[in-house]
């Protein structure tokens, strides 16, 4: 069981590698590099106006190591087809989980730790706790994750207890009344008191490994954590793990209608209602375009805004260029009596009405942020130059590549 472990991890990590080697291209860590330097600049600015003892300090940090603490889950790597081919090893199967558990909560282990890198400035300037104190709450944070990786494990066996049935006793409550007790007393209590924790759901553990496994629970969990994987994936590039399923948005009738079944605009018809049905590309270009606002709002600045803006159309316009092929092994589509000149042209017209629309969105967002007519000014004259670049040169070189 652990040969097999170790293989699926192999070939895990070497699909990972291949999909992180799309999204961190030259010019997504350019730009990451540039957000994550803004990002600290207006951290180190905010943290000087601050004051020891202001009342909200101790509610941010508790939200904030919650929040940490569901960073990094169980990862399992079952497949489908395993609830019949290890079916017969199932008693092993508590070796398969140690070696998945190991890998899992020693990736999550760093993840905490990054977590505490970037909040202790902010425990610091608040609160003022000692290096032995700051010490005490980073391993109380470790031990609580640990607790989290006990339940994971657990909740994939058939079992009767309440707490592990509703995960958020286990995995909000548990943890949130720790935070609560290390933060508003002695940091020593939590310490104390998580440990003892994380020994009695160790003991329970291993208890409970006696009971049959759930192999579709288990199944199931592994499935979603993927999809969410590959669903962050693909907001950079193509996953072919990612199957879209039409459907009808009759809330969107009214802007459909205003494309005629013209000769003149056959594709542009087809291609609208293509992509406002595609949950595969509405959801994307959905998600980005919020995402873009939700950043362009909380990240203040002259120049960093633009950036991200920048950074944001160029990736929804990215993403829009693969749904030009999208009915091309459509049969019916080929009989069309229309030159590719045309399927061009509107293909052109849709992308041009897309990234207007978030550029627009990003405007109103930014200008409401940063109440400055200046920077708005340069970030629409920015936008115009960028969709004129994607539409009328970057769209034409990505298609005469394919061809």
Known sequence: MNKLFQSRLSSHLKEMFKYLRLV?????????????????????????????GVWWSKPVIILALLIFLQLGQLATFLKDADVVFLLPREANIARYLTGARRYSEGLAMVYQLLGMFVLLPFIQVTNRLSVADLVVVAVTQLLLKDGLFSGAVMNRYQNHYLMLKRPVW??????????????????????????????????????????????????????NRMLRIYRFFNLFTTVPMLKGVAKRRRYLDWLLNFVKPTTG??????????????????????????????????????????????????????????????????????????????????????????????????LIVLSFA??????????????????????????????KKKQ
């Open 265 to 362: 605009h056959t594709y542009l018809y087809l291609y609208s209602r293509g992509i406002v049905r595609s949950g595969e590309f509405s959801g994307l270009y959905a998600r980005l375009t919020i995402l873009g606002m939700l950043l362009l709002y909380f990240v203040r600045g002259t120049w960093l805004p633009i950036v991200l803006g920048v950074l944001f159309l160029y990736l929804i316009g990215f993403q829009l260029i693969p749904f030009f092929w999208q009915f091309d092994d459509i049969v019916f589509t080929h009989l069309y009596p229309i030159e590719r000149q045309q399927q061009v042209a509107n293909f052109k017209q849709l992308m041009t009405w897309l990234l207007t629309l978030t550029a627009i969105l990003f």
């Open 24 to 52: 961190f291209n030259d010019h997504f860590v350019f730009a990451l590099l540039i957000l994550i330097g803004g990002l600290g600049l207006g951290y180190s600015n905010s943290l000087k106006q601050l004051s020891a």
């Open 170 to 223: 286990l995995n909000v409550i548990y943890p949130l009344v720790m935070l609560v007790i290390l933060i508003y007393t002695q940091p020593i209590i939590g310490l104390v008191l998580a440990l003892l924790g994380t020994v009695a759901l160790r003991v329970m553990t291993q208890r409970i490994q006696a009971a049959p496994f759930d192999w579709w629970q288990a199944i199931n969990l592994e499935n």
């Open 370 to 399: 940063n109440l400055s007519w200046q920077i708005s000014a340069i970030m629409l004259l920015v936008e115009l130059v960028e969709i004129w670049f994607m539409v009328y040169y970057y769209l034409p070189l990505r298609l």
